[in-house]
């Protein structure tokens, strides 16, 4: 019964903007942490930014550049991403996890495509 869904991936210009979303369902999700992560082809699966109780961290690849923001009374989470680079080609997943509960398992959507390329 949980579930994440990802959208707003496509296909950008370099430069160009895009802003992605996440809605969750069947969780308590005020009480979830939250992030974005990547994975291109070959790949392993990256952290692009994490919010939690602790803080807000950015891979130093995305700074300046992506934001991350939640609504919890949509139960929704974006990731606004700026400045787009090929490098950024990848698909996009978001994760509900607990991180003061280190050994429990995650939640993960099924990832949104972004593809940047003239």
């Known amino acids: 019964q949980v579930q994440l869904v990802e959208s707003g991936g496509g296909l950008v210009q370099p430069g160009g903007s895009l802003t992605l979303s996440c809605a969750a369902s069947?969780?308590?999700?005020?009480?979830?942490?939250m992030g974005w992560y990547r994975q291109a082809p070959g790949k392993q699966r990256d952290m692009v930014a994490v919010m939690t109780s602790a803080g807000t961290i950015y891979a130093d690849s995305v700074k300046g550049r992506f934001s991350i923001s939640r609504d919890n009374a949509k139960n929704m989470v974006y990731l606004q991403m700026n400045s787009l680079k090929p490098e950024d080609t990848a698909v996009y997943y978001c994760?509900?996890?607990?991180?003061?509960?280190?050994?429990?398992?995650?939640?993960w959507g099924q990832g949104t495509q972004v593809t940047v390329s003239s």
């Open positions: 069947g969780i308590m999700f005020s009480i979830y942490d």
């Open positions: 994760k509900a996890f607990r991180a003061r509960f280190k050994y429990t398992s995650p939640y």
